[in-house]
Structure formats: C-alpha cells, structure tokens
C-alpha cells in the first residue's frame, strides 16, 4: 500500500485531496472521500457561515474520518467562514485565491491544519514561512481558477523549494497521475474533475454527462485578457460568449470579471449546460465513467501501486 508523510500528518489511508469545487463539494461527498480513505474537502465558496456549519454538521453526521474546507479568500465572507471552521474545529483547511496569513495564528490555536493551493514557488515559500502543514501546487490543467505553470513544472520547482509536503493537482485522474506525481516530489494529490462523476457527488446530472462525454480537446480558459481571472472550462456557448466580450475593444477587467457571476451556479445546479460555466480539468476525456468516491479511491491507488511496482524494470 502507497503510504505517505501526508497519510501520517492528517490521519487519512491514502494520500488523495478531493478538491473544494464550489456548488459541488459539499458535506455528502465530502463523507463519501473521506469513508474512502481520502480528504474530503468542503467548498466554503460564497457562502455564508450558516451554510457552511450545515455542511460541517452533514459530514460529521456521515464520517468519523478528517475531512476539511476549503476558503476561497476573495469571498465576501471569508472573514466569517474563516472563523466557523476554527469555532467548529475542522480538522484541515485548505485556501485558495489569495493568502491566509491572517487566519493563519487562529486557525493553529484550533489545532488546524492549513494546505493552501498555490500556483508559484514564491507563494510556496511565503506559506511556509506562514505555518502551512503542506501546500498544494496547481497547474493549468486543472478546472477553475488557474495559474500559468503546469503540474509538470510547478511541482518539483515547488518541491525543491520547500521543506513542507506539496500535494500535487491538476491532470490528474489515474493511477498513472499518482505515480508522475510522486516521481515529480509530491507526496500526494488532490483531484476534482474525476470525483465530479463520484455517485455521491449532487452536482446535476447534466454536468456530469458534460464531463463523460468530453474528449481531449473539450476545455478551453477563459479570463486570461486582463489576467488574475482565468478560469478553464468545457467548451459550450457561454465560453463562446464569454470570449466574444472579453476580447471586445470596450471590454475592462470589471466587465469581464462580471460575465461570469452566476454561470457556475446556472451549471451546477440548475444543470444549463450550454449556457452555465461548466469547470472541469484537462483530463476530462480521461473520465468516463461513475463511480462511489471509494470505488474511485481504490482504483486510482490500485493502479499507481501496480506501476510504482514494477518501476525498476526501467532501470538497468
């Protein structure tokens, strides 16, 4: 069994993150990843305290595995959701958009473990400095907000440059993404767009059928004009859409930030997949089937112990 620094810190059975995917992650799929052995992450989202604690006390209600949170700094109660979790005593968080400095001396008197998502080696360093137990380095192919790098790029550079565990994300939905991904430094990974298509997860059935029908070349990003914005998704009328009016001579950075408010939720939850923002990573063609978050669990590992097995028959 692939057992690693990361499995000992936070008390889990593999070495896998699933990601905090806003309108999608909540405390059901949460429970189901963790029951599996995994992390099950909570998106805080924009939401507010009251739904959060709901979420909480749902994952609570249906595991007695760790589990975590993840805080998207730029919402507008980040403040209050930041205090939630230390309240509720959540045994990890981990952070995007942004930096958690601020919460980090309250979240650690909680006994919190905080992984924030970075996309540089310099914000690497800076959370390290700041008391993370781990940071997760993201490339581009993940879904959502990216950065520039790739998985292939940022994780050994991130790696090298700090003494902390680094869990790597995106591209990944296999075994074989397991096994590159320890190769490359990390000591785990997290991945959102295969658990999509977990059958606990409640995200509409149409984004889930987006996802299982996509190929190889289905994603594009988005946001990139004006830059701190980009977000990857599956090609339909609202990237269409999006790109026209971003690109327009008249477009500004608030006019392009405002064309996706909402899109996601559309796509989600009210399931219009042609004109609601549908996230997913690179590897979507790669997904093609449902499954129970441990049913995806035990395959993925299956599969990377098998390859981590037989690696020195490459080596003479």
């Known amino acids: 069994m692939i057992n690693s620094p990361i499995c000992e810190i936070l008390g889990i059975q593999y070495p896998i993150f699933q990601g905090g995917m806003a309108w999608i992650a909540d405390g059901k799929l949460a429970a189901a990843v963790s029951n599996a052995g995994g992390l099950g992450i909570i998106s805080a989202m924009n939401a507010d305290s009251d739904y959060l604690r709901e979420q909480i006390n749902t994952a609570r209600k249906l595991t007695d595995k760790p589990f975590g949170v993840n805080i998207m700094l730029q919402s507008p109660h980040a403040e209050e959701v930041a205090k939630v979790v230390a309240e509720e ?4 968080v981990t952070t995007g958009a942004g930096s958690p400095a601020k919460f980090m001396e309250m979240w650690h008197e909680s006994g919190i473990k905080v992984i924030p998502v970075i996309a540089s080696v310099a914000m690497a360093k800076k959370m390290e400095k700041c008391g993370a137990a781990a940071v997760i380095a993201e490339g581009q192919e993940s879904g959502g907000h990216i950065g520039e790098l790739t998985t292939m790029a940022i994780v050994p550079q991130v ?20 096994a590159a991904a320890f190769m490359l430094g990390a000591v785990g990974v997290q991945l959102g767009t295969r658990f999509l298509v977990a059958k606990e997860c409640g995200v509409h059935q149409n984004y889930k059928d987006a996802v299982l029908k996509a190929n190889d070349i289905s994603t594009v990003t988005t946001g990139r004009r004006f830059g701190g914005n980009t977000c990857r998704s599956i090609k339909n009328s609202f990237t269409r859409n999006f790109t026209k009016e971003e690109y327009a001579p008249e477009a500004t950075a608030e006019s392009v930030a405002n064309l996706g408010v909402g899109a996601l939720r559309k796509a989600a939850v009210e399931g219009d997949t042609k004109f609601g923002c549908v996230l997913a990573g690179q590897i979507s063609g790669m997904v093609n089937k449902e499954q129970t978050a441990e049913e995806i669990v035990t395959e993925i590992f299956a599969e990377a112990e098998e390859l981590l097995g037989g690696a020195p028959k490459w080596v003479k």
């Open 89 to 92: 005593k959540v045994p990890v």
């Open 159 to 178: 790696a090298d440059a700090v003494n902390i565990p680094v869990i790597a994300a995106g591209g990944i939905a296999d075994g074989r993404g397991v």
